[in-house]
């Protein structure tokens, strides 16, 4: 197994390879499509801006290899978010792989944005990546925009309003939280990727 | 000082982190005081042991001192006294890193009918008042871009008789970003009653979970069994 974590220029990927180290993985950190060739998992995080991010892959032409890629691909965070076909933030067109915009999350007093904590997710179809454990379940979420709950999401959580967090189409597999951050269903998670080939 | 040391920091953050813990808070409190910057090795293993996410603090007071303990692994820094001697650094973080990970902690004492925010209380020879009445430091926090604010009441802190709900319900209806309460937890029934009488996003408490006084299970059953959400 040869897993290659997207350098897409985000900040600390420190606690997504510790969190697949966990699983007696060591990642690489990859940001050509050599290395994203090597891989048997791709992983895109998620830290940062949907334009600079985008640019980033842009540059490298890892926007065409991730969309015609047949390797299972986990989009975390803004990660999933470029999977969309467009994004308000810095109105950047995304990867296209699924339908939808990703807007911003209307702050209210009850529900401020950033979106940051626990939430519980609604499972809505049966999947892999979700092996062992339970619909309702809880994971860790730090955002300010969100994806609009459609047929490719996989579970749902609600924050003011019904957003997708897992979504999944084919082998590209999203989740908006942060598994590595997620406690031990975020690592089952984790793990429950390494397996889908 | 009249802190006492509890262990191995690795160990307990592992143990937290199996026991259930939402968030690992590491304050290194005499950093403020000692005009020096946290230390950061151990922010690195830390990182590696647990699966949630944890925040550190301690004499914060650059943008380099703040990107390297984020680098290490940390997902959020907390500023108090650096905060206070210069309020930019918490609007240069923000455009930095993203105010999801600047978290504000404010250490509040009740006074002769007023709110007032102290500086290096890590230090209790060096513990003073600022300038600046709780309420309104919670708000310029805010307008300056913090994405979290831990309240410390200092009359409860270690006092453990339950957390100040009177205050803390005065601040959260001055927040619009998450507020989360510190200083008094003594007993289960104290976080049911933090719950209930103010809206606050988290209760973070340490030495009733250190001296092993409170196990974070039996609170979070607690909590559920009162109707009160928690991540079992």
């Known amino acids: 197994m040869n897993v290659a974590i997207v350098d897409n220029g985000g900040a600390n990927m420190n606690s997504l390879v510790f969190a697949l180290q966990r699983l007696g993985v060591t990642p690489s950190l990859c940001s050509d499509i050599d290395a994203l060739d090597a891989a048997s998992h791709i992983i895109l995080p998620g830290v940062g801006h949907a334009r600079d991010s985008m640019h980033r892959l842009q540059k490298y032409a890892l926007d065409d290899y991730i969309r015609d890629t047949k390797k299972p691909v986990l989009g975390i965070c803004l990660g999933m978010q470029l999977f969309y076909h467009h994004s308000e933030e810095g109105a950047t067109p995304c990867l296209d792989l699924v339908p939808g915009t990703v807007r911003k999350l209307v702050a209210t007093e009850r529900s401020p944005v950033p979106h940051m904590g626990w939430n519980q997710i609604h499972f809505r179809h049966v999947h892999p990546l979700l092996d062992n454990i339970e619909t309702n379940s809880y994971m860790y979420f730090v955002h300010s925009y969100a994806a609009p709950v459609n047929e490719w999401t996989t579970g749902a959580t609600q924050y003011e309003q019904d957003l997708s967090a897992i979504t999944i189409r084919d082998n590209f597999m999203g989740v908006q939280f942060h598994p590595e951050r997620s406690g031990d269903n975020g690592a089952i998670l984790l793990s429950n990727f390494l397996k889908i080939s | ?232």
Not at chain 2, 116 to 141: C, I, Y
């Open chain 2, 1 to 232: 000082m009249n802190h006492e040391v509890v262990g191995d920091i690795v160990e307990l953050a592992a143990f937290y982190s199996a026991e259930g813990a939402d968030e690992l808070v590491f304050y290194d409190i005499t950093a403020s005081p000692d005009g020096r910057s946290v230390d950061t090795r151990w922010v690195a293993q830390v990182a590696e042991v647990i699966n949630i996410p944890f925040c550190v603090a301690g004499g914060i007071r650059t943008l380099a001192a703040a990107e390297q303990v984020l680098n290490h692994g940390a997902d959020k820094i907390s500023i108090n006294t650096p905060a206070l001697e210069n309020p930019e650094l918490i609007g240069q973080l923000a455009a930095r890193f993203g105010s999801q990970c600047v978290v504000v902690g404010i250490d509040s004492l009740f006074r002769d009918g007023q709110y007032l925010v102290h500086k290096n209380t890590g230090d209790p020879d060096k513990s003073a008042q600022s300038r600046w009445f709780t309420e309104d430091w919670v708000h310029e926090v805010q307008e300056r871009g913090a994405g979290e604010i831990v309240l410390n009441c200092m009359n409860q802190d270690g006092v453990r008789t339950g957390y100040d709900v009177a205050q803390l319900a005065i601040m959260r209806s001055r927040c619009s970003v998450p507020l989360i309460a510190s200083g008094g937890a003594g007993s289960l029934q104290h976080f049911v009653d933090l719950f209930r009488a103010s809206d606050v996003s988290g209760a973070l408490a340490a030495s009733v979970f250190h001296r092993r006084e409170i196990a974070l299970g039996d609170l979070k059953n607690y909590l559920q069994s009162h109707n009160i959400q928690a991540r079992l």
